[in-house]
């Protein structure tokens, strides 16, 4: 599974961003998928999941009511509209995908990841 990740940049506070990751080489329906985010000096953690069937999702308490994730089949790709960011979004975002059923929030159930897309929040 390739996956390629887009969207990112430099956004004001209170700002809105959407990010993008289309991915090949695998059946994406049989794809579970996360967004996960790196700040500087700290661990990598989930941001938001979605299921490979039913479309179900999982956020980090973080992001709650702000972020969304989303899946087009059509166009194999996940999406993670934010909005509302703030300064302690500032983090490289990684998508990830792993073949199986269900939805997964730790970074070690993940096979398959894209490349890191900053999002800087300034203040």
């Known amino acids: 599974v390739q996956l390629q990740a887009s969207g990112g940049g430099l956004v004001q506070s209170g700002g809105s961003l959407r990010l993008s990751c289309a991915a090949s080489?695998?059946?994406?329906?049989?794809?579970?998928l996360g967004w996960f985010r790196q700040a500087p000096g700290k661990e990598r953690e989930l941001a938001a999941a979605?299921?490979?069937?039913?479309?179900?999702?999982y956020y980090a308490d973080s992001v709650k009511g702000r972020f969304t994730i989303s899946r087009d089949y059509a166009k194999s790709t996940v999406y993670l509209q934010m909005s509302s960011l703030k300064p302690e979004d500032t983090a490289v975002f990684y998508c990830?995908?792993?073949?199986?059923?269900?939805?997964?929030?730790?970074?070690?159930?993940?096979?398959?990841w894209g490349q890191g897309t900053q999002v800087t929040v300034s203040s």
């Open positions: 990830a995908a792993v073949a199986r059923l269900g939805i997964y929030a730790y970074a070690t159930s993940y096979d398959y």
């Open positions: 080489g695998r059946t994406f329906s049989s794809l579970a």
């Open positions: 979605i299921s490979s069937s039913n479309g179900a999702t």
